[in-house]
């Protein structure tokens, strides 16, 4: 079982791109959930779904969207790249409604020039 | 606000015994968790407590403390593996974790 897969591993984007950071899952987990963390900070939520066809925005969303149009997907955009978007990005899944532990991708580490 | 505080770095020996702490104060509590993160790679569970008290897995135990706001992970016959990074995640009202910025576990020979 694969568990939770990101792409790319790592990619550097000039400021004002847009970008697509990928994330699939075959725990047929109900939730999905996308992190930034950054030295000396905790993981923060950027968005979350819930269920397939729902999501919601986390602690940090301004600048990102998501989609969750299935169950295994849970792709993240930024539309328009900046600097302080620089981070490693870490997508998670768990069986419920976050009531269960979070299992987590490999991470997507990103720079943004 | 929400907030988890846990040290930032701590070192210990190999053979020995380290408690990590952490306190605190969130929108409701439904749940602590502990995970573990090696350098470069994804954060893996290890511990969750939603009741007061001791929770024990092999070399790891985790205590909790609603009342006071405190739980800590207890790590024994550290090993060199050991080395790592250790995140208190507190799943407040709404479901979400919250995280602190983790403990940088250093463990010498």
């Known amino acids: 079982t694969a568990g939770i897969t990101q792409a790319p591993t790592s990619q550097i984007l000039a400021a004002g791109r847009s970008m697509t950071l990928r994330c699939t899952q075959d725990?047929?987990?109900?939730?999905m959930y996308w992190y930034r963390q950054d030295l000396g900070l905790g993981l923060r939520l950027i968005h979350y779904s819930n269920t397939a066809g729902t999501t919601g925005k986390g602690e940090v969303p301004d600048g990102y969207s998501v989609s969750r149009a299935n169950t295994d997907d849970f792709p993240l955009t930024l539309a328009s790249a900046v600097p302080s978007q620089t981070s490693v990005y870490f997508c998670?899944?768990?069986?419920?409604?976050?009531?269960?532990?979070?299992?987590f991708g490999p991470g997507t580490r990103l720079t943004v020039l | 606000g929400q907030n988890i505080d846990q040290p930032t770095e701590m070192t210990a020996t190999e053979g020995a015994i380290v408690q990590i702490n952490c306190t605190y104060q969130t929108s409701g509590f439904n749940g602590l968790f502990w995970y573990q993160q090696h350098a470069g790679e994804a954060p893996t569970f290890l511990s969750y407590n939603v009741l007061d008290g001791l929770e024990e897995k092999g070399r790891f135990s985790s205590f909790l403390s609603r009342s006071k706001g405190y739980s800590y992970l207890l790590l024994k016959e550290l090993q060199m593996k050991d080395s790592a990074s250790y995140l208190c995640?507190?799943?407040?009202?709404?479901?979400?974790?919250?995280w602190g910025a983790g403990t940088k576990l250093i463990i010498k020979p």
């Open positions: 995640a507190v799943r407040d009202s709404n479901y979400q974790l919250i």
């Open positions: 725990m047929r987990h109900n939730a």
């Open positions: 998670a899944s768990s069986d419920a409604d976050g009531s269960d532990e979070q299992f």
